[in-house]
Nanobody, 111 residues
Framework: VQLVESGGGLVQAGGSLTLSCVASGFTFSNYAMGWYRQEPGNVRDIVAVITSAGGILDYADSVKGRFTISRDNAKNTVYLQMNSLKPEDTAVYYC?????WGQGTQVTVSS
């Protein structure tokens, strides 16, 4: 199983970014997928989870209305569209599947 995130970067507050996670090594369309984030010194927190069919399982309260999780099962890819970004969204963002984490992608939001 391998998860490879991309799309992070530096953005000003109020801006947008879209993260991607390409999965391999398992039947992607059969499983829910999640995005988590971790700030330095903090635990890794859930951001959003999507079902195998594309239904939304959960969003963290702090991102509701600003972030959207989606997936393309034909491309084995899960996305995280992040709008109206805030400095407190600064973190390393990770893709997750059943005990496997990606390498993470850094998102930095400047004020």
């Amino acid at each position: 199983v391998q998860l490879v995130e991309s799309g992070g970067g530096l953005v000003q507050a109020g801006g947008s970014l879209t993260l991607s996670c390409v999965a391999s090594g398992f039947t992607f369309s059969n499983y829910a997928m999640g995005w988590y984030r971790q700030e330095p010194g903090n635990v890794r927190d859930i951001v959003a989870v999507i079902t195998s069919a594309g239904g939304i399982l959960d969003y963290a309260d702090s991102v509701k209305g600003r972030f959207t999780i989606s997936r393309d099962n034909a491309k084995n890819t899960v996305y995280l569209q992040m709008n109206s970004l805030k400095p407190e969204d600064t973190a390393v963002y990770y893709c997750y599947h059943r005990g496997t984490w990606g390498q993470g992608t850094q998102v930095t939001v400047s004020s």
